[in-house]
């Protein structure tokens, strides 16, 4: 599925709205960004260059989570900030890339991108839980990119 098809099959409401659930229940940061390609770049040196990009690293807790999509690559790939590295056991993405990648296999999108973003809320609810002085930190909507930048 090409890029533009791949945007226009998602549910842009629900995802946004399975953020705002989760960012309710942790004091952590989520973000969904969706580009065509990694542009010749391996995927996961451009996850984290996207990540430092969207300002993900710059949250009190280091608690961010990115859920880095290259659509016409049918490739993703999940980051969190060491924060969250220094609390989680070490299987916990696999079992998320995991759960993803069979919705995204049987061209559930929204539905693979909803249940990543809610298990990465419930780990960290389990692990940054939320407090009345918690404040949104980063912006909740999907972010896009549709040409490569000098930094991807």
């Known amino acids: 599925m090409k890029y533009k098809e791949f945007v226009a099959s998602l549910d842009q409401l629900a995802i946004v709205e ?3 659930r989760a960012e309710h229940r942790c004091s952590g940061e989520i973000r ?3 580009q065509p390609k990694s542009w010749g770049g391996e995927i996961r040196q451009v996850a984290q260059k996207t990540f430092e990009r969207l300002g993900m690293t710059k949250t009190a807790q280091r608690n961010g989570i990115l859920l880095f999509i290259a659509a016409d690559e049918q490739k993703f790939v999940i980051l969190g900030d060491q924060g969250i590295h220094k609390r989680v056991p070490p299987d916990f993405w696999e079992k998320v890339v995991s759960r993803i990648g069979i919705s995204f296999r049987e061209g559930r999108f929204t539905e693979g ?10 780990l ?3 692990h940054f839980p939320y407090e009345r002085t918690d404040v949104d930190e980063l912006p909740n909507e999907i972010s896009f990119s549709e ?3 000098d930094d991807e």
């Open 147 to 149: 040409e490569p930048r």
């Open 113 to 122: 991108i909803v249940a990543a973003i809610d298990d990465a809320g419930a």
């Open 32 to 34: 969904v960004h969706v």
């Open 124 to 126: 960290l609810e389990l």
């Open 18 to 20: 399975a953020i705002k």
